[in-house]
């Protein structure tokens, strides 16, 4: 997870460092992300079937090994080939583990054991970008992809250790993606779900991705890496807290005000530039807001799926973040060419907030079916 968030973190960047333009810069992400798309339609369901463990070794290879593909050369179209083949890690990898960790928790404790899980994910969120850019900063981009590609191999040997179920939970006869997809589709509570994931996944492909980009003005006095540690550890806080609150309220009653609240934390961040106090502030409210809504979102929708295409279904959730980040990424890279990245953190929040009721409206609906 810190190589994830490091590369959509820095690869912008970069992007521009070998001289693409600004709308390429995001473009790498969106073909990143929509490369994940395509692979996880083809994958998952071969997970259902033979589970999880054997293709979620092929992806942390695929992490482990990009770096050093895009050490070879400077060249922004080698860039998108390696950031294609970097996708298999992330098409394999969140819908893997979710999936494992739903087998492994007592249904009455899946948020806990999510915020648990997120601990670590947040741990990675600080740490990945904040040692990224510092390393950047001070040895260069090439320093930075051969510590990561240390950090890929040691999260592979690690992994390659860990005992998981011999026999995955019984799946449909078909390993057709689109018949999978079909038949998990048939549960209609999960709609308003993926359209809250889709809109928490459009705001954190901008905070991601282009915080080193809306933070880039060394007078102000704030960095991304600042905005990343805080965002990071209130992010661990609300995981391990809201995780464990939602396994004892209705997730509907969570879900919806957490959602809330980070559109009016990417309204407040798009004036940090203008406004540097407001770093801690937006950090604070962006890391609760989106932690927060995705583990609430995310246990909601494994308790709704079926055992047998928990993969298919985590993936289709996967899916729509990935679509949200590509899609993030396209509108905050034109943004940047336009009316300033502010303006879209602006955008964001103000359609998340004005998402909410319809979305709680039609996730009581298909409750009361």
Known sequence: MANLF?????????????GSTPFQSGLQNTVFGLSAVVLRMILGPIMDHKGAKPLMLIGAFAF????????????YWLLLVARVYQAIGLAVFMPGISSILAELAPANRLGTYLGGMRIFFNLGLMAGPATALFLIDNSGYNSWFAVSAVIGFLSLLMFAAVKTSSKPAEAPQSVSG???????LKTKALYPIFGGITLMALVYSG????????LADPANGVTAAQFFVIFGVTGMVGALSVGAISDRIERSRIAWPLLAVLGAGSIIYAFVPLNPALLVVSAIILGLGLQGSSLVLSAWLLLLAKPGLRVTTVSLQENTVDIGFATGAFIFGLAAQGPGIGSAFIAMGLIIILAVIPFNRLARSYAEQ
Not at 6 to 18: K, N, R
Not at 207 to 214: L, P
Request: glycine share 0%.
């Open 6 to 18: 490091a590369v959509i973190a820095t690869f912008p960047a970069y992007s521009l460092e070998i």
């Open 64 to 75: 482990a090994t990009t770096p050093l593909i895009v050490m070879l050369s400077t060249s």
């Open 178 to 184: 689109i018949q999978n997809i079909r038949e998990a």
């Open 207 to 214: 905070v991601v991705s282009f915080s080193a980009v809306h």
